[in-house]
């Protein structure tokens, strides 16, 4: 996505070069940040454009308009992405994507007589057909469908640090994947004798299949 903003660079970043000081602080303000209706930015991807750098009255800090792209996580609906399992509760499956751990496999999109283990903290398919238990073990890579995403109105926070300087107190999410595994394919990898060498493919047929 294109971006137009003010950045400004600090009198630490000088010696760097320009273009670097730039890039650094876009990298600073934007990366891993939610703009709402845009989605999560990763990275700056390149700049377009730099304006002269203007020097700030009793700061010392240099203002710079620039307009740039950033690269942007934001799925769309049937997509099959890649991911892992992170955590569990008898509400949802948490799934990491290394970058964003903001992605939801809600209970009941999951397979159909899947019920939640209380002793082992995970869900388990109890797959009529076959008459197996099949686990959604925490670490496991797995295969998911993008539904929806949720936005989020989240009012500003105060994070609070106790006498170590550590936060006690983080702000809610504003964005969130709500994402499916209840069909064939999806789930736990080692379910459908899905190795690292061919995850890419199946998650491009899913994807062609979803669309269709």
């Known amino acids: 996505t294109t971006i137009e903003d003010l950045i400004e660079i600090t009198p630490e970043e000088f010696e760097k070069p320009s273009a670097q000081a ?30 002269e750098g203007l020097i700030g009255h009793g700061t010392g800090l240099v203002n710079v308009n620039v307009e740039f792209r950033m690269m942007v996580f934001r799925p769309f609906r049937g997509e099959i992405l890649y991911a ?3 955590s569990s509760d008898e509400n949802a499956i948490t799934l990491d994507l290394d ?34 238990e099949l686990f959604f073990d925490h670490g496991e890579p797995v295969l998911f469908r993008v539904e929806q995403e949720e936005w989020i109105d989240t009012q500003p926070t105060v994070i609070k640090k106790d006498e170590n300087g ?5 702000r809610d999410t504003s964005w969130r994947v709500i994402g499916s595994m209840s069909q064939a ?28």
Not at 166 to 170: A, G, L
């Open 99 to 132: 970058f964003t751990s903001e992605v939801h496999i809600p209970s009941y999109n999951l397979f159909p007589g899947t019920t939640f283990n209380h002793a082992e903290n995970v869900f388990v398919w109890n797959d009529a057909e076959s008459g197996s």
């Open 84 to 86: 892992r399992i992170r």
């Open 166 to 170: 550590d936060v006690i107190e983080e």
């Open 185 to 212: 394919g999806l789930g736990p990898n080692l379910w459908w004798g899905i190795g690292p060498e061919n995850e890419g493919q199946a998650a491009a047929e899913g994807q062609i299949e979803g669309e269709g």
């Open 22 to 51: 730039i890039k650094d602080a876009i990298n600073a303000k934007y990366s891993n940040r939610v703009i709402s209706n845009i989605g999560l930015c990763i990275c700056l991807w390149d700049m377009l454009d730099a304006s």
